[in-house]
Antibody, heavy 116, light 112 residues
Framework: QVQLQQSGAELVKPGSSVKMSCKASGYTFTTYYIYWIKQRPGQGLEWIGRIGPGSGDTNYNEKFKGKATFTVDKSSSTAYMQLSSLTPEDTSVYYC?????????WGQGVMVTVSS | DVVLTQTPVSLLISLGGQASISCRSSQSLVHSNGNTYLHWYLQKPGQSPQLLIYQVSNRFSGIPDRFSGSGSGTDFTLKISRVEPEDLGVYYCLQRTHNPWTFGGGTKLELK
């Protein structure tokens, strides 16, 4: 079955960067886009963007351009998202998702806490 | 960006009852290819969202027929009949017709 396994929680300082991973299994990694979604504590969902694992092509929500960078490692079926110049407003759970239809399958999320 | 407005914000329902959630879009969600990319998700407490309905009215794999979606253009509805305890949580609509993709603000379904 399709699984997306994300890396663990991060506590980072303001101004720093963080890189999280999303390892896919149960399907051919290059078949579907990997999407990234942000959820602030107790809040709704925001679409950050997507990356095509086969081609490496990316599509970012304008709001997150310069903040988020997507990469993939096809050899390990893993997608990565790096967030830079972190501020307390970046404190959120970050999900990866994938699928043929919409955001069919979701990872368990990575809690990123930005605090000095 | 397309704004999706969900109503109500919260819903108190008795077990076995019926719930109806509205999702209204600031623009038509009909894509140039004729498809309408409006989807529904449920986020149970402490869990990741899960896909319930895709493209307005299609149930995702394993989703019971108690869940149904309808609508067109800018107005969409999710109905849940015979509400069960595992249906509780926050429901979100998502549009992917226009970039950037956007979510509704969510509707919290709670037991009366």
């Amino acid at each position: 079955q399709v699984q997306l396994q994300q890396s663990g929680a991060e506590l980072v300082k303001p101004g720093s960067s963080v890189k999280m991973s999303c390892k896919a299994s149960g399907y051919t990694f290059t078949t579907y886009y990997i999407y990234w979604i942000k959820q602030r504590p107790g809040q709704g969902l925001e679409w950050i963007g997507r990356i095509g694992p086969g081609s490496g092509d990316t599509n970012y929500n304008e709001k997150f351009k310069g903040k988020a960078t997507f990469t993939v490692d096809k050899s390990s079926s893993t997608a990565y998202m790096q967030l830079s110049s972190l501020t307390p407003e970046d404190t959120s759970v970050y999900y990866c998702a994938s699928g043929a239809v919409a955001l069919d399958y979701w990872g368990q999320g990575v809690m990123v806490t930005v605090s000095s | 960006d397309v704004v999706l407005t969900q109503t109500p914000v919260s819903l108190l329902i008795s077990l076995g009852g019926q719930a109806s959630i509205s999702c209204r879009s600031s623009q038509s969600l009909v894509h140039s290819n004729g498809n309408t990319y409006l989807h529904w998700y449920l986020q149970k407490p402490g869990q990741s969202p899960q896909l319930l309905i895709y493209q307005v009215s299609n149930r995702f794999s394993g989703i019971p027929d108690r869940f149904s979606g309808s609508g067109s253009g800018t107005d969409f509805t999710l109905k849940i009949s015979r509400v069960e305890p595992e249906d509780l949580g926050v429901y979100y609509c998502l549009q992917r017709t226009h970039n950037p993709w956007t979510f509704g603000g969510g509707t919290k379904l709670e037991l009366k």
